[in-house]
């Protein structure tokens, strides 16, 4: 038997509704390493890939949210489990698409995989941290729970490849939102990587959805998408921002500014909504 | 037979419109079983692969802008919304008939839908909420969705369903009857069913899921023209295969075909698992490409559904908006 095999290619593709197409478009656009050389072919989304990102995210969400957050918790952290079996694959994504050292990168991996651990944690903290009972002038118990906006955009950081990827999409998703992202134009495939983790990690299909291709095109149909509830363009420029901004106030959407999105209480924050219930207090 | 013989039948089989008829606008008569048997033996079967492959290449066509503008009022025009559910309540039914009326209440440029269509016991209180409008009632009659019963009940459904007001009575064929070979029971029903039904447009629905096979459909088809039917309908919606493109595709050449050889024009309604605004795009080019244009109106074209009125609404808004719309913007049923 011959030692030699053909090479196995790879296009990386979308991740919707936990399957992993093409674009609907079937284009796809070649990505280079940092330093100039071919890296991988990635699938190029149209606003048709936006659209159905979307009605997977809507129709997985409400499901998301009703598990328990101890559960949601569990299943995040299986995320970081699948992750840290490939961190190798991973470092070396990120190194060839940052132009890092390899120890920059086995460092950079790690802090990230170490941040999910951090949001599978708050996954059942956020009730206790940002809830409480209020006092009332009544017989009454009086709550406030924090609740999921619902369906979140995500315009992620064009330089930081994976921390700050995962930042992004981990942050709403512990808070029970469902997440279509925009990864990295020119630096995406460590998300993709990190999207196929999840396939074996029991996070629900279309909980994350995550989109490659150009930010400039998509962008403004994610805003503008009125089954949207909040976009965060903390990966963004301002003066992009700004026009994005714009485009997702044509319907009340949650907007997360450039330059407030680290990794803190504050994103965890950012996709909830507090709802107040009022009980009656017993015998 | 119950019907009386007028005209000769003559059968040509070499070419492909296996049926030539006389072009006098009139049904033809058909005496005994053994002629009806051998008409529809007479018709050539269908190319499956062909079919199929067509039915594939024609969906691949894309409407823009305007043409598709155009196309989305067109098929909210030919919608028969329909609920057809054990809980359907007479409050469930009116919000039905506003919606029919008015499908979006911010639009009104946005035309009513063709029909409503419900169960008999309903139809008093569709025609009451409808009023003097447009929109037609239709019922579903004839023992439906199995269509297993005796012809007296059969007939007595039909005459409440009637009585009651209904503009349009959808019958469904004795598939048991027509699979077992006994072509004379299911065509004397229908025969049956159009007499008592006068002036009241009849659809047959021919339920092709259950049928199995083009050819059938092809015989059920035109079984169902020749003892009058003024619509042949692809399905009940309850059974697992409903209406399909090719099913469609052969649907539209027999009712083309039956035209060419009498002169006289019968409507196809497409039924059952029809969600999106892109199938129901899909089915209008193939309507355009092989009955023709002619027949892109709601009297020549139908749509039975429920959910696909607010995916047609949304897509309307999308292309008024330029932005994706929320499903929640319009009503649920």
């Given at each position: 038997?011959?030692?030699?095999?053909l090479?196995?290619?790879?296009?990386?593709?979308?991740?919707?509704?936990?399957?992993?197409?093409r674009?609907?478009?079937?284009?796809t656009?070649?990505v280079?390493?940092?330093?100039?050389?071919?890296?991988?072919?990635?699938a190029q989304?149209s606003?048709?890939?936006?659209r159905?990102?979307v009605?997977?995210?809507?129709?997985?969400?409400?499901?998301?949210?009703?598990?328990?957050?101890?559960?949601?918790?569990?299943v995040i952290?299986?995320?970081?489990?699948?992750?840290?079996?490939?961190?190798d694959?991973?470092?070396?994504?990120?190194?060839?698409?940052e132009?890092?050292?390899a120890?920059?990168s086995q460092?950079?991996?790690a802090r990230?995989?170490?941040?999910?651990v951090?949001?599978?944690?708050?996954s059942d903290k956020i009730?206790?941290v940002?809830?409480?009972?209020n006092?009332?002038a009544?017989?009454?118990?009086?709550?406030s729970?924090p609740?999921?906006?619902?369906?979140?955009?995500?315009?992620?950081?064009?330089?930081?490849?994976?921390?700050?990827?995962?930042d992004a999409?981990?942050?709403?998703?512990?808070?029970g939102?469902?997440?279509?992202?925009?990864?990295?134009?020119?630096r995406?495939?460590?998300?993709?990587?990190l999207g196929?983790?999840?396939a074996t990690?029991?996070?629900p299909?279309?909980?994350?959805?995550?989109?490659?291709?150009?930010?400039?095109?998509l962008?403004?149909?994610?805003?503008?998408?009125e089954?949207?509830?909040?976009v965060?363009?903390?990966?963004?420029?301002?003066?992009?921002?700004?026009e994005?901004?714009?485009?997702?106030?044509?319907?009340?959407?949650?907007?997360l500014?450039?330059?407030?999105?680290?990794?803190?209480?504050?994103?965890l924050r950012?996709?909830?909504?507090?709802?107040t219930v009022?009980h009656?207090i017993?015998? | 037979m119950?019907?009386?013989?007028t005209?000769?039948?003559r059968?040509?089989?070499r070419?492909?419109?296996?049926v030539?008829l006389?072009s006098?606008?009139?049904?033809?008569?058909?005496?005994?079983?053994?002629?009806?048997?051998?008409?529809?033996?007479?018709?050539?079967?269908?190319d499956?692969?062909?079919a199929?492959a067509?039915?594939?290449?024609?969906?691949?066509r894309?409407l823009k802008?305007?043409?598709?503008?155009?196309?989305l009022?067109?098929?909210?025009?030919?919608v028969?919304?329909?609920?057809?559910?054990g809980?359907?309540?007479?409050?469930?039914?009116?919000?039905?008939?506003?919606?029919?009326?008015?499908?979006?209440?911010?639009a009104p440029?946005?035309?009513?839908?063709?029909?409503v269509?419900?169960y008999?016991?309903?139809?008093a209180?569709?025609?009451?909420?409808?009023?003097?409008?447009?929109?037609?009632v239709?019922?579903?009659?004839?023992a439906f969705?199995?269509?297993?019963?005796?012809?007296?009940v059969?007939?007595?459904?039909?005459?409440?369903a009637?009585?009651?007001g209904?503009?349009?009575?959808?019958?469904?064929?004795?598939?048991?009857?027509?699979?077992?070979g006994?072509?004379?029971?299911?065509?004397?029903?229908?025969?049956?069913?159009?007499?008592?039904?006068?002036?009241?447009?009849?659809k047959?629905?021919l339920?092709?899921?259950?049928?199995?096979?083009?050819?059938?459909?092809r015989?059920?088809?035109?079984?169902?023209m020749?003892a009058?039917?003024?619509?042949?309908k692809?399905?009940?919606?309850k059974?697992?295969v409903?209406?399909?493109?090719?099913?469609?595709?052969?649907?539209l050449?027999?009712v083309?075909d039956?035209?060419?050889?009498?002169?006289?024009?019968?409507?196809?309604?497409?039924?059952?698992?029809?969600?999106?605004?892109?199938d129901?795009?899909?089915?209008?080019?193939?309507?355009?490409?092989?009955?023709g244009?002619?027949?892109?109106?709601?009297?020549?074209?139908?749509?039975g559904?429920?959910s696909?009125l607010n995916?047609?609404?949304?897509?309307r808004?999308?292309?008024?908006?330029?932005?994706y719309?929320?499903?929640?913007?319009?009503?649920?049923d």
């Amino acid at each position: 038997m011959s030692t030699e095999r053909l090479e196995v290619r790879k296009t990386f593709k979308l991740l919707i509704n936990g399957a992993f197409p093409r674009s609907e478009s079937g284009r796809t656009y070649e990505v280079t390493a940092a330093s100039g050389t071919f890296l991988a072919n990635v699938a190029q989304a149209s606003r048709k890939d936006v659209r159905d990102a979307v009605v997977a995210a809507r129709a997985a969400q409400a499901s998301w949210w009703s598990q328990s957050a101890y559960h949601r918790g569990q299943v995040i952290y299986r995320l970081a489990e699948m992750a840290e079996s490939r961190r190798d694959e991973l470092a070396e994504h990120v190194a060839l698409s940052e132009g890092l050292r390899a120890r920059a990168s086995q460092l950079s991996v790690a802090r990230a995989i170490d941040r999910v651990v951090w949001y599978a944690g708050w996954s059942d903290k956020i009730a206790q941290v940002f809830g409480g009972a209020n006092p009332v002038a009544g017989p009454y118990f009086n709550f406030s729970l924090p609740v999921p906006s619902g369906v979140v955009g995500v315009i992620a950081d064009q330089d930081s490849s994976l921390e700050a990827f995962v930042d992004a999409v981990c942050a709403p998703i512990a808070a029970g939102n469902a997440v279509v992202v925009l990864a990295s134009e020119q630096r995406p495939t460590p998300a993709v990587l990190l999207g196929e983790m999840t396939a074996t990690s029991d996070v629900p299909s279309g909980v994350l959805n995550i989109l490659t291709g150009r930010t400039g095109e998509l962008a403004p149909t994610l805003c503008a998408h009125e089954d949207v509830d909040g976009v965060d363009l903390s990966g963004v420029n301002e003066a992009f921002a700004d026009e994005l901004a714009l485009l997702a106030a044509g319907s009340i959407k949650r907007v997360l500014r450039p330059g407030r999105g680290d990794a803190s209480l504050a994103r965890l924050r950012a996709f909830l909504e507090t709802s107040t219930v009022w009980h009656t207090i017993g015998q | 037979m119950s019907r009386v013989s007028t005209a000769p039948l003559r059968l040509v089989t070499r070419d492909d419109r296996a049926v030539q008829l006389p072009s006098n606008s009139s049904l033809p008569s058909i005496e005994s079983e053994a002629q009806l048997r051998g008409l529809l033996g007479a018709l050539s079967g269908v190319d499956a692969v062909g079919a199929e492959a067509r039915a594939a290449k024609l969906a691949t066509r894309s409407l823009k802008k305007s043409t598709k503008l155009a196309a989305l009022d067109l098929a909210i025009s030919m919608v028969d919304l329909t609920t057809l559910e054990g809980a359907d309540t007479p409050g469930r039914v009116t919000s039905l008939c506003a919606k029919a009326l008015h499908p979006d209440a911010n639009a009104p440029e946005v035309p009513s839908v063709a029909a409503v269509c419900v169960y008999p016991d309903l139809v008093a209180h569709a025609r009451t909420v409808l009023g003097a409008s447009t929109v037609k009632v239709a019922a579903v009659a004839t023992a439906f969705p199995s269509g297993r019963a005796s012809m007296a009940v059969k007939v007595l459904d039909v005459k409440e369903a009637l009585d009651a007001g209904a503009d349009e009575i959808d019958m469904v064929i004795d598939r048991g009857a027509f699979l077992a070979g006994r072509y004379g029971q299911v065509f004397d029903e229908v025969v049956a069913i159009k007499e008592l039904c006068g002036a009241t447009h009849l659809k047959v629905i021919l339920e092709v899921g259950e049928l199995k096979t083009y050819d059938n459909v092809r015989r059920a088809s035109w079984l169902a023209m020749l003892a009058g039917a003024d619509f042949i309908k692809t399905s009940t919606g309850k059974v697992g295969v409903s209406a399909t493109l090719p099913t469609a595709l052969v649907m539209l050449e027999s009712v083309r075909d039956f035209a060419e050889a009498t002169g006289l024009r019968v409507g196809v309604k497409v039924a059952g698992g029809i969600r999106s605004a892109k199938d129901a795009l899909r089915y209008l080019v193939v309507v355009n490409e092989t009955a023709g244009s002619s027949w892109l109106t709601p009297d020549g074209f139908r749509f039975g559904a429920s959910s696909l009125l607010n995916d047609l609404l949304m897509q309307r808004l999308k292309q008024h908006r330029g932005a994706y719309v929320r499903p929640d913007e319009f009503s649920g049923d």
